[in-house]
């Protein structure tokens, strides 16, 4: 009968409440003005550094992108980038968003 003794803590030793959990203060998490001003890549007139930002591009493609674009003038829209050796019009597709030709209004940054 007398098997097993349990040490129980009394009802009445209270403790305060715990503070609740706080995460530390983290700068990485929280948009800077370089981050909000950034916007859509310009092909127009992005360097090869910007228009390596975009999926699928590297230095090679930018350069190309740069090369085709002195060489036929301005794009008029995303889709005739895949006439860009190593362009596909899948790449393009999936740049809605990150790229833009610019337009009158709104000639975008970069």
């Known amino acids: 009968m007398w098997g097993a003794l349990f040490l129980i803590a009394p009802i009445w030793q209270f403790r305060a409440p ?3 959990y706080q995460p530390p203060a983290s700068t ?3 948009p800077t003005q370089a981050d ?5 890549v310009n092909v127009n007139t992005a360097d090869a550094e910007a ?7 590297g230095p090679a493609k930018a350069a190309a992108i740069i090369a085709y674009r002195e060489e036929h003038g301005p794009f008029a829209s995303l889709a005739e980038l895949d ?3 190593g362009i596909s019009a899948r790449m393009t597709e999936s740049w809605a968003g990150l790229a833009t030709v610019g337009t009158q209004e709104s000639p975008g940054t970069k």
């Open 36 to 40: 909000d001003a950034a916007g859509p």
């Open 51 to 57: 228009l390596a930002e975009l999926p699928g591009i």
């Open 18 to 20: 715990a503070a609740p």
């Open 83 to 85: 006439e860009v050796k």
């Open 28 to 30: 990485q998490d929280e």
